[in-house]
């Protein structure tokens, strides 16, 4: 806690295999003149603390951003879960007695500078208990709030094959935070707009190129 506000260690998620982009590393692909990735870490930076990258295959790729950088730990390729799983055991080391962490995907360049505090206002009291945000009617599963009380029970399920987060996350409590659309390019849009294609990332490009991206 912090002047009354708890900080909660928060986790870029880029261990994805970026098919839909062609393969590589999309967080890498530029964006207004930076790497994708470095509008996610500036975001979430502002709001969590410390801040790590989850990222697969040669750390060093990542070495200019000046993080922590941490693989799955399996071989799998198993998703997001994975990630969370590998961010809730860097936090055990890296900000011991974090009760949860935040976790944010890559490729979403304009989500809200308020998703961590919307997260721990809907937890509440609650312990343990799972936040995921959703906007527009969509749940986005790689946005949430993860207990790290959940670590031994997510390592298991991850053993059994659990892949999908909402065939976890749905045998433990969870809420749901929804947020309003944001201005974008001077119309509102989905604040978790993400460049999962080259067509999306210059779509991206266009909203901060406009002179109105958040």
């Not at 308020?114 to 959703?134: E, K, N, Q, T, W």
């Not at 969509?138 to 991850?158: E, I, K, M, N, R």
Request: with cysteine; proline share 7%; glycine share 14%.
């Amino acid at each position: 806690m912090t002047g009354g506000i708890e900080r909660v260690p928060g986790i870029v998620l880029a261990g994805g295999l970026s098919r839909r982009m062609g393969g590589g590393d999309k967080g890498l692909r530029e964006l207004g003149g930076k790497p994708l990735i470095l509008h996610v870490i500036e975001r979430l930076s502002a709001q969590a603390s410390p801040v790590a990258i989850n990222a697969n295959g040669e750390a060093s790729r990542y070495a200019a951003f000046g993080l922590p950088v941490f693989q799955d730990g399996r071989d799998d390729f198993a998703g997001p879960l994975a990630g969370v799983l590998a961010g809730m055991r860097w936090a055990a080391q890296a900000a011991p007695g974090a009760r949860f962490i935040v976790t944010a995907a890559c490729d979403t360049p304009f989500f809200p500078m308020d998703l961590a505090a919307r997260f721990l206002a809907a937890a509440g009291s609650a312990y343990p208990i799972i936040v995921l945000a959703m906007s527009a009617g969509q749940v986005h599963p790689v946005f949430g709030l993860w207990p790290t009380a959940l670590a031994g029970d997510l390592t298991d399920a991850l053993a059994s094959g659990t892949r999908k987060v909402s065939h976890w996350t749905d045998s433990h409590p969870h809420l749901i935070a929804e947020f309003s659309p944001a201005r974008l390019g001077g119309k509102l849009a989905d604040p978790f707009l993400n460049a999962n294609t080259p067509e999306d990332l210059a779509g991206a490009a266009a909203l901060l190129v406009s002179g109105k991206g958040p």
